[in-house]
């Protein structure tokens, strides 16, 4: 790809958004670019974590699978995050999760190392990782609460909403989401069985509240699926 | 307080540890030293977050109230941690956790404003911070990830190897762990109901796995509380 076209999508990065020019250019030495077909993985668990990621284009969901083979998706990352970070943290450990793409995407790698000491000197591009770090957190923060005191009804509708108002396109007062999460997808995101989710999202297109199909999900009367989870 | 002692303090946090003279001095001049009795609370819902804390002694539980009033602990920290928003713009929301002292707890306070100078003036505690922040992150994962895979018995069995992990002390393989929380507080940190708790207790203290008082938990069996966990 050419150099003008890699800068330029640096450029609208959410976490580089403070980043001075200097430090940009870096960034472009240190970084290789490639572009991932849906649904491939990126990274295994007990990999070590040599890599950091910055994703571009597309989405990316991180999971976990324990021993027994559940799964869960801790997180669906999208352009101008990181994701990968346990190198920053924990330089030593191996990674305990899967990083698979939902759609094409289009990935810059670096090393830890490049990206700690492109970190060290230049303090806001550190706030803003920090701040995303935080960000994340929150997110995280915010589903403990659900998983131990909502119903699944109510913790499928509250991950729509929160999907929606992070991912949602809205137009004539319609929210449009994609990707489509497959309802095996919702059911790993919040903790119960595809059937479930399926049962669910039909009762809610039913009552004219969603409608989705194989590429999209759409959200009719956002203020009634908030109602919902309240 | 005397500042020689004050920056004593200083040197024993984890986050300082081993930066050069200088930065923890300019730290110093800019801290505050605070104590809290047990059971106060150390910021509330709604106030402004303007500063971070750095607890020097005792522990401090932050939770979160929903809106139809049920508690969740988020963490318990212990001394050497570091606690309050690191990562809000001064604009942010306001906070919606409460931080509470569980037994004597000292204090030290920096403006957050302060505290971002620090930062960008010192690469290596900015990298720090982020770490921190990511680890935290880690904790939260995990906390997410067992929700969904673990029963109430694992998850109280994995809390307390982690809680034993972080703040115990063993003396000829027998680990002691204060403070002691509240069966209520187990719940709370877990999704268990306090019944649910309190019979899961009982029975790893038939099984003379554990031991508890109002003052502590004992651990006698590390191992077999591990593989209960798994």
Redesign the interface.
């Known amino acids: 790809m050419a150099q003008e076209t890699k800068f330029w999508y640096l450029k609208h990065f959410n976490i580089l958004e403070a980043v001075d020019k200097a430090t940009m250019m870096k960034l472009n030495d240190m970084t290789t670019m490639s572009t991932v077909k849906a649904n491939q993985p990126i990274y295994f668990p007990d990999e070590q974590s040599a890599s950091i990621f910055f994703l571009k284009e597309g989405r990316v969901k991180i999971s976990r699978i324990s021993p027994e083979g559940q799964e869960i998706i801790l997180d669906i990352i999208g352009p101008g995050e990181l994701f990968g970070e346990l190198g920053l943290i924990d330089p030593n450990s191996d990674r305990d999760e899967i990083a698979q793409t939902m759609e094409e995407t289009l990935i810059c790698t670096m090393r830890v190392k490049d990206f700690e000491s492109l970190m060290m000197g230049d303090p806001n591009l550190n706030l803003k990782v920090t701040k995303w770090m935080g960000l994340r957190l929150r997110k995280f923060e915010e589903r403990i609460p659900d998983l131990m005191f909502k119903d699944v009804n109510k913790r499928i509708v509250g991950f729509l909403a929160k999907y929606a108002e992070e991912f949602g396109k809205i137009k004539d007062g319609v929210v449009t989401i994609r990707p489509a999460l497959s309802h095996q997808d919702i059911g790993y995101l919040t903790g119960c069985a595809r059937q479930t989710v399926t049962t669910v999202l039909n009762k809610l297109r039913s009552d004219e509240i969603i409608d989705f199909d194989r590429k999209h999900l759409l959200i009719k009367d956002y203020n009634k699926l908030k109602t919902l989870y309240n | 307080m005397a500042e020689q002692t004050k920056f004593w303090y200083l040197r024993h946090f984890n986050i300082f540890d081993g930066l050069d003279e200088e930065t923890l001095k300019n730290v110093d001049k800019i801290a505050a030293m605070c104590t809290f009795k047990t059971n106060e609370q150390i910021y509330f819902p709604a106030e402004p977050t303007r500063s971070i804390f750095f607890l020097k002694k005792g522990h401090v539980k932050i939770s979160?109230i929903?809106?139809?009033g049920?508690e969740?602990i988020?963490d318990v920290i212990g001394p050497g941690e570091v606690f309050g928003?690191?990562?809000?713009d001064d604009n942010g929301e306001s906070r919606n956790e409460i931080a509470t002292a569980i037994g004597e707890v000292l204090i030290c306070t920096i403006l957050r404003s302060d505290f971002?100078k620090m930062?960008?003036?010192y690469?290596?505690l900015?990298?720090r911070?982020?770490?921190e922040?990511?680890?935290?992150?880690?904790k939260?994962?995990e906390?997410?990830?067992e929700?969904?895979?673990k029963d109430v018995k694992k998850r109280i069995a994995s809390f307390l190897v982690r809680y034993a992990e972080e703040f115990g002390t063993i003396k000829s393989g027998i680990i002691t762990v204060k403070p002691p929380l509240s069966h209520q507080e187990i719940g709370f940190l877990t999704?268990a109901a306090r019944q649910t708790v309190t019979s899961i207790l009982n029975y790893l203290r038939e099984k003379n796995i554990i031991d508890f008082d109002r003052k502590q938990i004992t651990i006698y069996d590390m191992t077999k509380l591990k593989k209960l966990g798994e």
């Open positions: 979160r929903s809106e139809d049920k969740i988020l928003e690191l990562t809000q971002e930062l960008r003036k690469p290596e900015n990298f911070v982020t770490k922040v990511g680890e935290r992150l880690r939260v994962e906390r997410v990830t929700l969904v895979f999704g």
